[in-house]
């Protein structure tokens, strides 16, 4: 990554983040991570600055399930589908969903539609 497309990166992550804190009444945000090769998703609180959830496409059971191609769309819907259960089982029905300054198409798209289809309110 170059420089300039790094400051870019930063800045568009900085003002997103920055829009969600103060629109939203909520404080559990869905923070998303995705390299080259995998895809992590945190619930986060706020307020307490502590994970309360984390999942990504690293988890062994998961590997089992869809193989070692874990940098594509069916990857990241199965942990969209995971990381919504998982809140829903602790009581976490809405969230805002934070893109880490990544454009919502592909990965990311595919994680946040599977969250919403699990229950999951953004």
Do not use: W
């Not at 568009?12 to 804190?21: E, I, N, W, Y």
């Not at 590997?63 to 089982?89: D, F, L, P």
């Amino acid at each position: 990554m170059s420089n300039k497309s790094k400051y870019l990166y930063n800045k568009r992550k900085a003002r997103t983040r920055f829009k969600l804190k103060n629109s939203c009444t909520r404080n559990i945000r869905l923070s998303v991570f995705r390299s080259n090769s995998n895809i992590y998703a945190q619930i986060i609180d706020d307020v307490k600055q502590t994970t309360l959830l984390a999942f990504s496409s690293l988890d062994k059971e998961l590997r089992k399930k869809i193989g070692n191609k874990t940098g594509n769309i069916n990857t990241a819907s199965e942990v969209g589908i995971v990381i919504a259960k998982k809140a829903k089982e602790k009581g976490i029905k809405e969230v805002y969903f934070d893109r880490g300054g990544y454009l919502y198409h592909g990965r990311i798209k595919a994680l946040a539609e599977a969250a919403r289809k699990e229950g999951l309110k953004f």
